[in-house]
């Protein structure tokens, strides 16, 4: 267990570990048998791993539900559904400023310096950077795109939807995170039989 | 005869020679009407524009249309720029195998007659086409490999992505099926009893189509899952821009209580933080010389000695008896109207009290201690007691509230 060690302190400090945020973990927790030990380890702790649908991204969970952690669930859950729609207009706001043809997906790069100068430009993405910036879950108070901008992004990688490879350089990495999140809005979706559908109509594939 | 073949054959080096001379010499504007679609005539002197079109490398498609390349001519630069965009791909196969039955049948003819100058020459053109077939598949591989390498990065959207993807999918099923045409049994048969044509057409080509089929595979393996990444994109983005569109139409919209379910679905199920801390362990002895090590290697404060100074007192009291008087003066009517409160039951205003006692308090200094003794109760009596403020602001400008009166009362236990 003991060559785990800094991967456990990881995951008990809430982080999700994907291959984009460490690869050498992410290898060790997709055996079986590592999954196997870490539970064992883990159950006086009354936590366990989780993984998403395709196994793409872990972290922990409860092993048994007592009330706190329900009460802490439910906390949980309701800062999630409050940072859906911050959190998926940022993914259309980063596709569209850097015209790319697909969303963000897992290992992909942002350069700071080309997001903020392609926005700088626009006045349209300038205003819904700003709207953005000034929603609860990323409360920016300042009127600078550029300090804007940045917190957006440190939000972001506080949250662990973004990663800094290097603290002095503005690039980050996008990590198996926002798989998480795409998983939890599909869930919600199908739960609720939401009216909103993400395979296109036989007239958009001809 | 073979006087007047090497007639033609020089005729067709010279006249090959300067027309290959000729996309030489225009090269730019050429390269140029590739791009465009269509070549500026300006560009060229009328003699040149003359020599293009006989040299069959311009022509002019329709009367009303401008001058273009032919072609052939712009598939031979797609295929030497890569061009996936213009790039052709043949997968006639049926042709070059008659053809080939062709030339084995004339080289044998010739070989029957005993005329072995035209048995070589036939020789030599079967090789060509062999070597044609081949390179044609080769092309054909090397264009998909492109493609598919760069992600169809030559179009721009993911919808068009996925309709190159399609596109060479459907091309890679036709040379698939053209592969299928080769019968060696056949091409077995037709080398019969001749070395040469065994090794060119049964060792060599057999040999080449093999790992080109096995190529083609592996390419239309990787096309397929290229084409589920795309289609996985696809579905993201559309998820992506329809939940954000019902979330802005919805903005009250929540969701069921997932935490509270009987079964929490895995994804809801987050655990709290826990951060392991650790200290010093003292008990272990063979610890003791590192931890003594580490506590010499502390940086050290200089104890620095306070000298004495006088503190300025604060604890010397004012006092005076008559203020003290009036204090306790003002302190027992407050107590009794707090009193009278109690015998009362009902709500009594302050000023009113004070009036019909005709007590001598100024009013502003009553409702002070009257605050300042509801203040100083007790928590749980504080309870008991109603203390209401008949408030009204100072002026229109300012939140400043003046207190115009209390009423207190005992709150219903």
Not at chain 1, 26 to 32: D, I, N, Q, T
Not at chain 1, 123 to 134: E, V, Y
Request: one cysteine or more; a negative charge; aromatic letters at 8%.
């Amino acid at each position: 267990m003991l060559q785990h060690g800094p991967l456990l302190e990881r995951l008990l400090a809430g982080e999700f570990i994907c291959c984009i945020t460490d690869e050498d973990a992410f290898r060790h927790l997709s055996v079986e048998q590592t999954q196997h030990d870490i539970n064992h380890y883990l159950r006086p702790l009354n936590r366990r791993l989780v993984a998403n649908e395709d196994n793409s991204v872990f972290f922990l969970g409860y092993h048994e539900l007592t009330k706190d952690a329900r009460e802490q669930l439910s906390g949980l859950f309701a800062l999630t559904v409050q940072s859906l729609l911050p959190l998926l207009e940022w993914l259309q706001l980063v596709q569209e400023t850097l015209g790319r043809d697909s969303a963000l997906t897992a290992g992909d790069t942002i350069k700071l310096q080309e997001f903020i100068l392609r926005t700088e430009d626009n006045q349209s993405l300038r205003q819904r950077l700003n709207q953005l910036a000034s929603d609860r879950f990323f409360n920016s108070q300042s009127e600078q795109l550029d300090n804007q901008v940045k917190l957006i992004f440190r939000r972001l990688k506080e949250h662990g939807y973004l990663l800094q490879p290097h603290q002095e350089r503005q690039y980050y990495i996008v990590t198996g995170k926002i798989d998480y999140l795409i998983d939890v809005i599909r869930f919600i979706r199908d739960e609720e039989h939401l009216p909103v559908d993400d395979t296109p109509t036989q007239e958009a594939l001809i | 005869m073979a006087p007047v073949d090497s007639a033609i054959a020089s005729n067709l080096l010279t006249i090959g020679a300067e027309r290959l001379a000729l996309l030489g010499k225009h090269h730019k504007a050429l390269m140029q009407g590739y791009l465009d679609g269509f070549v500026d005539e300006t560009a060229f002197s009328e003699g040149a524009l003359k020599k293009l079109i006989a040299a069959r490398i311009l022509w002019r498609p329709d009367e009303q249309q401008p001058l273009a390349l032919r072609p052939l001519v712009s598939e031979l630069i797609a295929s030497m720029v890569a061009d996936e965009n213009r790039r052709q791909i043949n997968a006639d196969v049926a042709e070059k195998l008659e053809q080939i039955r062709n030339r084995v049948q004339a080289y044998r003819d010739a070989q029957y007659k005993g005329d072995y100058s035209v048995a070589e020459l036939q020789l030599q053109r079967l090789t060509e086409q062999v070597h044609d077939l081949s390179g044609q598949f080769e092309e054909a591989i090397d264009s998909l490999w492109h493609r598919l390498n760069s992600d169809f990065g030559f179009v721009a959207s993911l919808d068009d992505k996925i309709r190159e993807n399609e596109r060479a999918q459907k091309q890679l099923r036709r040379l698939l099926d053209g592969l299928d045409l080769l019968d060696f049994n056949e091409l077995i048969e037709l080398s019969e009893g001749n070395n040469h044509l065994r090794k060119l057409l049964v060792s060599q080509l057999q040999n080449q189509l093999s790992s080109h089929h096995s190529s083609l595979l592996e390419v239309q393996k990787r096309l397929v899952e290229l084409l589920a990444k795309f289609r996985q994109q696809q579905a993201r983005s559309m998820l992506i821009n329809n939940m954000a569109a019902f979330l802005r139409q919805h903005p009250k919209y929540q969701p069921a209580d997932y935490p509270n379910r009987t079964d929490v679905p895995a994804l809801f199920n987050q655990a709290a933080i826990i951060k392991p801390h650790a200290a010093i362990a003292l008990d272990k002895a063979s610890e003791r010389q590192i931890l003594a090590d580490l506590v010499r290697a502390l940086p050290r404060t200089k104890a620095t000695q306070l000298s004495e100074t006088p503190a300025a007192s604060f604890a010397q009291q004012w006092q005076d008896d008559a203020i003290a008087a009036r204090q306790q003066a003002l302190k027992t009517d407050v107590e009794n109207f707090y009193l009278r409160v109690i015998d009362h039951g009902g709500k009594l205003s302050a000023l009113d009290y004070l009036a019909q006692q005709q007590l001598e308090w100024d009013s502003e200094i009553w409702l002070y201690q009257i605050i300042a003794e509801y203040q100083a109760l007790p928590l749980d009596e504080k309870q008991m007691f109603a203390i209401v403020r008949d408030e009204a602001p100072a002026s229109s400008m300012n939140q400043l509230l003046l207190i115009r009166d209390i009423s207190l009362g005992l709150k219903a236990a």
